[in-house]
C-alpha cells in the first residue's frame, strides 16, 4: 500500500522546493507538479490520489482556481483536503479550498495548517 503524500502545485521552482523541504522535514511524503496540468495528470495517471493537495492560484495556462473546481467536481478527488498558497486575493473562490494562506508566508504556518488537515505519520517504535 502506498504511503499517503502530499502534492504541492506551482510553477515557482523555488517556492515548490521551500514547502517540499519544510514538509518533508517533519516526515510529510511529497510529490510536486510545476503546473495544473503536470498535476491533473498526476491525479489522473491511476496512482493512489494524494492525502492533501497544495496549490498556488496564478499560473499560466491554468488557473488554481480551475484546478480547485476541477477536483471538487471529481467525485474521487472532492474529498481531499486543498490548501491554497498564493499572493492573489482568494475572493469568492476561497470557499473551494479548506485554508487559505497568503503569500508571503512563513514556511511554519503552511506546516501548521498542513498538519491540522493531514497529521503526519506516527513513528512506530522499533
Not at 41 to 62: F, N
Not at 66 to 91: N, Q, T
Request: proline share 10%; glycine share 6%; hydrophobic share 50%.
Amino acid at each position: 500500500m502506498a504511503e499517503p503524500f502530499i502534492l504541492l502545485v506551482d510553477d515557482n521552482p523555488e517556492t515548490l522546493e521551500l514547502m517540499s523541504m519544510a514538509l518533508k522535514a517533519e516526515g510529510f511524503q511529497v510529490r510536486v507538479a510545476k503546473s495544473v496540468f503536470k498535476a491533473v495528470e498526476q491525479l489522473h495517471d491511476g496512482s493512489p490520489a494524494p492525502a492533501l493537495i497544495v496549490t498556488d492560484l496564478l499560473m499560466p495556462g491554468t488557473t488554481g482556481w480551475d484546478f480547485m473546481k476541477h477536483i471538487r467536481d471529481d467525485a474521487a478527488l472532492r474529498s481531499i483536503p486543498v490548501v491554497v498558497v498564493s499572493g492573489a486575493e482568494p475572493g469568492e473562490g476561497a470557499t473551494l479550498a479548506d485554508a487559505v494562506l497568503q503569500k508571503p508566508f512563513e514556511m511554519e504556518t503552511l506546516v501548521q495548517t498542513v498538519r491540522r488537515l493531514f497529521p503526519p505519520p506516527l513513528a512506530i517504535p522499533l
